[in-house]
């Protein structure tokens, strides 16, 4: 009889399942690191976001519905950083995402003001 590569539970052969690496697998510890492997995925495109804020603030200077936009992200990264502490697994970089989305929608609120003084 096999067992699982993760977790050593005992598994049929017609049940047994491999996952990415080659690892002989159980049905709950292959879906534990799909699931893992997708927060991991969407983690990594949270932190993009919440840097490209920055960017979205510099480029309202150039086009001002930008700077629209970037209060939009802060809102988006303020909310995924509070859902994350809500699940219970808080983010390591939450203080510095939330830090760079807060400059860029500054930046985006400062392309407005000079749009109207101007």
Same mark, same amino acid.
């Given at each position: 009889m096999?067992? %699982? =590569?993760? %977790? =050593?539970t005992a598994l049929d052969p017609g049940k047994a399942l491999y996952d990415e690496t080659g690892m002989l697998s159980c049905?709950? %510890?292959l879906t534990l690191g799909q699931v893992r492997a997708g927060h991991a995925r969407s983690n990594t495109n949270a932190r993009a976001i919440a840097y490209g804020n920055l960017v979205l603030g510099a480029g309202s200077f150039f086009f001002t519905p930008l700077s629209i936009a970037t209060f939009g992200v802060l809102a988006f990264v303020v909310g995924n950083v509070r859902s994350s502490e809500a699940q219970g697994a808080p983010l390591p970089d939450a203080g510095s995402r939330i830090f760079v989305a807060v400059i860029g929608a500054m930046l985006g609120a400062a392309s407005l003001v000079l749009r109207l003084v101007m």
């Open positions: 096999a067992t %699982c =590569g993760t %977790c =050593g049905d709950r %510890c």
